[in-house]
């Protein structure tokens, strides 16, 4: 029999077919006289990544490929990688070669030599460390998003953005049901997700520059960012994507009164036609928000998903509105004279029923 394994690398791709083989080439060379297996989680990349990785598969079995079709997403690509192994370490590492594979034996070390320590992480800020060749609106970005997730979420790591790590893999199994998935920073949500403090190794390395294929990072990360830090903390009370149609239903009101204003009070249109005209505006805005923001995961594209969703949806919520002034009129009824409460409580019901009824009709179906 030969030796036990020690540790799996998951290497999550997009698009980095290029890069592929040098990594393999790289962590044969870091890991020499450790059993290893390296796993990349690629999300069906268009140019071919998990050809390239399977292509060296058949000659090395240390190399697997996990192929995901019709998904995107760095955290849950990580975590299905994770769970994927039978080896009682598991590191993460980007597969554009910006980590350094070099400290992967350090890292293992550090967790054969401790039984306390759950994971040791690789962090561009402490002594010895760095972001290389980053400019400098990348480095306050980025200190931002670090000081911002050390103040929420109470995590007192130089670098919890790291997307670098090592970690014993019965951890990962202890917390993999209580992962949230969402955006992209994936270490964040274990250290947030463990029942107990995970104890942790901090490590440097100099983050290299990116030499073949290009970043992923655009600004929907940073919305990303802040949707998994709400999730964290706030999430369990009001869902998260019910806090953000929400959010975008404000605005829509506040549309509404805006078009409602110019139409009826600037031009003299009648109340009715100036009504009609500004709760379709409102609507309209609230599906294509909603789409590109609430449901980007489930976006709905092209002329005819897109005109079936809108339609869906202007139907949802005329029915949420008669139900929103329905409850509202029975409870003011009901308890004579207290408007505001009445309202409120049709505006709850109202909204209540628009997400339900969307995320089924409108986001539900393709
Ligand atoms: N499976 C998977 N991998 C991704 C996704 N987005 C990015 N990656 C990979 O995650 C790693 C880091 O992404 P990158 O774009 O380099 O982020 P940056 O280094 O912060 O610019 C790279 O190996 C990417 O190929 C994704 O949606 N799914
Ligand atoms: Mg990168």
């Avoid at 292509?55 to 994770?82: H, P």
């Avoid at 609507?283 to 005819?304: P, V």
């Avoid at 005109?307 to 329905?326: I, K, R």
Wanted: hydrophobic letters at 50%.
């Amino acid at each position: 029999m030969s030796e036990p394994l020690e540790l799996a690398v998951v290497i999550p791709t997009f698009n980095e077919r290029a890069n592929v083989p040098l990594l393999v080439a790289k962590l044969e060379q870091a890991l020499r006289g450790t059993r290893w297996e390296a796993i990349f989680v690629d999300d069906d990349s268009p140019d071919g990544t998990a050809d390239a990785a399977r292509e060296i598969a058949r000659a090395d079995s240390r190399v697997r490929v996990i192929q995901r079709i019709g998904r995107r997403g760095l955290g849950t690509a990580c975590i299905e990688g994770m769970c994927a192994t039978a080896a009682p370490v598991v590191a993460v590492i980007d597969g554009d070669l910006q980590h350094d594979e070099t400290i992967l034996p350090q890292m293992l070390a550090a967790l054969h030599g401790d039984d306390a320590l759950d994971i040791v992480i690789g962090s561009r800020f402490v002594a010895g460390g760095g972001t290389g060749e980053w400019d400098r609106d990348r480095v306050a970005k980025s200190a931002f998003a670090t000081r911002l997730s050390q103040r929420v979420l109470n995590v007192g790591l130089t670098d919890p953005m790291s997307g670098f790590f090592a970690i014993r893999t019965d951890v990962v199994r202890t917390i993999a049901p209580h992962l949230s998935g969402i955006g992209f920073k994936i270490l964040l949500d274990i250290m947030t997700a463990s029942a107990r403090p995970l104890q942790c190794l901090e490590l440097p390395y100099v983050f290299r520059c990116r030499e073949q294929g290009e970043s992923k990072l655009d600004h929907v990360v940073a919305l990303e960012y802040l949707i998994a830090l709400y999730d964290r903390k706030f999430g369990k009370v009001v869902p998260v994507r019910f806090a953000m149609f929400s959010c975008i239903g404000v605005i829509g009101v506040l549309i509404h009164m805006g078009v409602l204003m110019l139409l009826h009070l600037g031009l003299g249109s009648g109340f009715l036609g100036a009504q009609i005209v500004g709760t379709a505006a409102a609507m309209t805005f609230n599906f294509f928000l909603n789409n590109a923001l609430t449901y980007r995961d489930r976006r709905l594209r092209g002329w005819r998903q897109l005109l079936d969703g809108w339609v869906s949806f202007s139907l949802v919520c005329s029915v949420g509105a008669v139900a929103n002034v329905g409850v509202a009129a029975f409870l003011y009824d009901f308890r004579y004279g207290a408007w505001a409460g009445s309202a409120l409580a049709g505006v709850l019901v109202g909204a209540v029923w628009n997400y339900a009824l969307s995320s089924r009709f409108t986001w539900g179906r393709y």
